[in-house]
């Protein structure tokens, strides 16, 4: 454990196993899932509603745009990590892993339905894929 100045203020500051898994959980959920699953519906037909996030792929394109919203996201709520009280720290990465998953969800929706508008007459065969992994429902 190490000791650190925070705001004038002398505390103790922590970093437990709990806080680690649940960053590394925002960061496969979060960064890479949404990047990932977000990069392959661009590239087969989806289209993204953010605004804020359509702006930036116009002005940057879409790869620096991706990874500079998440490193905003990611900064932000560091900081509002490291300024939570301990007992609650945890909290914030494990909000963005929900956040994360509910998102990597949606894609993962969308892009089944964008498979499924794609293949015409094998639709039958690749809804049954489909449902077998959970990714529609019947």
């Not at 500079?68 to 007992?87: D, R």
């Not at 963005?96 to 964008?114: D, K, P, R, T």
């Not at 039958?124 to 990714?135: F, K, Q, T």
Request: net charge negative; aromatic share 6%; charged share 15%.
């Amino acid at each position: 454990m190490s000791d650190r100045q925070t705001a004038g203020v002398h505390r103790p500051f922590n970093v437990d196993h709990r806080d680690r898994w649940a960053w590394l959980a925002a960061i496969v959920l979060y960064v890479v899932g949404d990047i990932s699953t977000t990069a392959v519906g661009l590239n087969i037909g989806a289209v993204e509603t953010n605004p804020a996030a359509l702006a930036l792929f116009e002005a940057v394109g879409l790869w620096p745009a991706m990874l500079l919203l998440k490193a905003v996201v990611m900064a932000l709520l560091g900081v509002l990590w490291v300024c939570s009280p301990e007992e609650w720290r945890v909290v914030v990465p494990a909000t963005l892993s929900v956040v994360g998953a509910v998102v990597v969800a949606n894609n993962g929706h969308v892009l089944a339905l964008l498979v499924l508008d794609s293949c015409g007459e094998n639709r039958s065969a690749a809804v049954e894929v489909l449902v077998s992994l959970g990714v529609v429902l019947a």
